[in-house]
């Protein structure tokens, strides 16, 4: 069964912490995304990335990085974690041969 | 400015009662309109893709349809457990990215 897992579900941190969200895909995706769902905004798209490297912002990238050093993985980083950043984070991936997203389950993310 | 709205925002159906959820888009062309269910504290879930006005899709109670400027799906004869949030998103060509709806929330009452 092809996955896309985030390494976390629940996730609580500080204010001005530096946060890092993993996600790794099994299916040789070569696109993946990191997108952000709050209730009455729906899903925002903060990055994504087309190939090993290669990063573009989406909606809203402010606050946010995100690194690509190997195929199968896609990190978001929160460069120092504020309050307006606690949401649900979601990473897809998909391939260029067929176009519907595989999401992982999320990452819920609460900063106090 | 490419756009994806979806109506009704919610929706309570007595199990059996069916109905119809609505996506309407304006993009500048259409490479595939996708549909996705969503569970509480969960990810989407893949639906279907309807890629030209006149394309039906189905899959069990569900039944997706699109025009030129929107896509219903037509839910026959609910239960209980296909209450959740369902997701439209369009896709434009030259890009990976989708534009997503804010979804429809939808509670089937036994």
């Known amino acids: 069964d092809v996955k896309v897992t985030q390494s976390s579900r629940y996730l609580v941190k500080r204010t001005g912490e530096k946060v890092f969200l993993e996600c790794v895909q099994d299916?040789?995706?070569?696109?993946m995304f990191w997108y952000r769902q709050d209730p009455g905004l729906g899903l925002r798209l903060i990055y994504f990335?087309?190939?090993?490297?290669?990063?573009e912002k989406g909606d809203i990238p402010e606050g946010y990085s995100v690194s690509r050093e190997k195929k199968e993985r896609f990190s978001l980083i929160l460069e120092s974690a504020s309050t307006n950043q606690t949401s649900m984070y979601l990473c897809?991936?998909?391939?260029?041969?067929?176009?519907?997203?595989?999401f992982g389950s999320g990452t819920r993310l609460t900063v106090v | 400015e490419d756009q994806v709205t979806q109506s009704p925002e919610a929706l309570r159906l007595q199990e059996g009662e069916s109905s119809s959820l609505n996506c309407s888009y304006t993009?500048?062309?259409?490479?595939?309109l996708f549909w996705y269910r969503q569970d509480p504290g969960k990810g989407p879930e893949f639906l279907f893709t309807?890629?030209?006005a006149g394309e039906e899709k189905e899959k069990e109670r569900l039944k997706a349809t699109l025009t030129k400027k929107e896509s219903f799906l037509h839910i026959t004869a609910p239960k209980p457990e296909d209450s959740a949030t369902y997701l439209c998103?369009?896709?434009?060509?030259?890009?990976?990215?989708?534009?997503f709806g804010t979804g429809t929330r939808l509670k089937v009452l036994a």
């Open positions: 990335s087309y190939d090993v490297k290669m990063k």
């Open positions: 299916m040789d995706h070569e696109n």
């Open positions: 998103a369009v896709q434009a060509p030259g890009t990976y990215k989708y534009i």
């Open positions: 309807l890629y030209s």
């Open positions: 897809a991936s998909s391939s260029n041969r067929v176009l519907q997203y595989t």
């Open positions: 993009v500048s062309g259409l490479r595939g």
